[in-house]
T-cell receptor
Framework: NAGVTQTPKFRILKIGQSMTLQCTQD?????MYWYRQDPGMGLKLIYY???????DKGEVPNGYNVSRSTTEDFPLRLELAAPSQTSVYFC???????????FGPGTRLTVL | AQKITQTQPGMFVQEKEAVTLDCTYD???????LFWYKQPSSGEMIFLIY??????QNATEGRYSLNFQKARKSANLVISASQLGDSAMYFC??????????????FGTGTRLKVLA
């Protein structure tokens, strides 16, 4: 099992550009999450999904959009990138009621 | 409001000694979970230990133990016999929303631990 995979690993965007961060899991977990981690800080929840077709906002959703058409994929869309979105983005999954989250390796995004 | 507080931005410990990393939390949800994650300089998030709000005993995993004091709303991580490889950022996190099925997580700001030879 690959677990949670994220692409790309690194990306540099210009202000105003758009991009999609990909997150794919092969563990058949219902719950999926997107976090951002600013330098020297903890993780902040952007969006999460409790199953295919169901998404909800987290603590910092502005400037982002998500979709969950399948159990496996949970892409995060950035529209009109801004320097404040420079961060490391982590995708995570959760199998269910008990257990810990499984994290992807992260995507380091820089907006210039 | 629900939150996690880690008041120690940085800690030093001598190799082979024990160290305690502090974490306090606040929630109105009667059912919640508390987690500790390690983030080495390579950036990945590594799960260390979990404590459920209804667990009677403190959780232990090898050299890691969680000192859970429910009345004081604290969930401190104790690392025994520190090793150089323990140098990393440590995050406390809380899972709540079990009763509503949302299972949202909140992370603290982290404590950077440096183990000295």
């Amino acid at each position: 099992n690959a677990g949670v995979t994220q692409t790309p690993k690194f990306r540099i965007l210009k202000i105003g550009q758009s991009m999609t961060l990909q997150c794919t899991q092969d563990m058949n977990h219902n719950y999926m999450y997107w976090y951002r981690q600013d330098p020297g800080m903890g993780l902040k929840l952007i969006y999460y999904s409790v199953g295919a077709g169901i998404t909800d906002k987290g603590e910092v959703p502005n400037g982002y959009n998500v979709s969950r058409s399948t159990t496996e994929d949970f892409p995060l869309r950035l529209e009109l990138a801004a320097p404040s979105q420079t961060s490391v983005y982590f995708c995570a999954t959760l199998p269910g009621l008990v257990g810990e989250q499984f994290f992807g390796p992260g995507t380091r995004l820089t907006v210039l | 409001a629900q939150k996690i507080t880690q008041t120690q931005p940085g800690m030093f410990v001598q190799e082979k000694e024990a160290v305690t990393l502090d974490c306090t939390y606040d929630t109105s949800d009667p059912s919640y979970g508390l987690f500790w994650y390690k983030q080495p300089s390579s950036g990945e998030m590594i799960f260390l230990i979990y404590q459920g709000s209804y667990d009677q005993q403190n959780a232990t995993e090898g050299r890691y133990s969680l000192n859970f004091q429910k009345a004081r709303k604290s969930a401190n991580l104790v690392i025994s016999a520190s090793q150089l490889g323990d140098s990393a950022m440590y995050f406390c996190a809380m899972r709540e929303g079990l009763s509503s099925g949302t299972y949202k997580y909140i992370f603290g700001t982290g404590t950077r631990l440096k183990v000295l030879a």
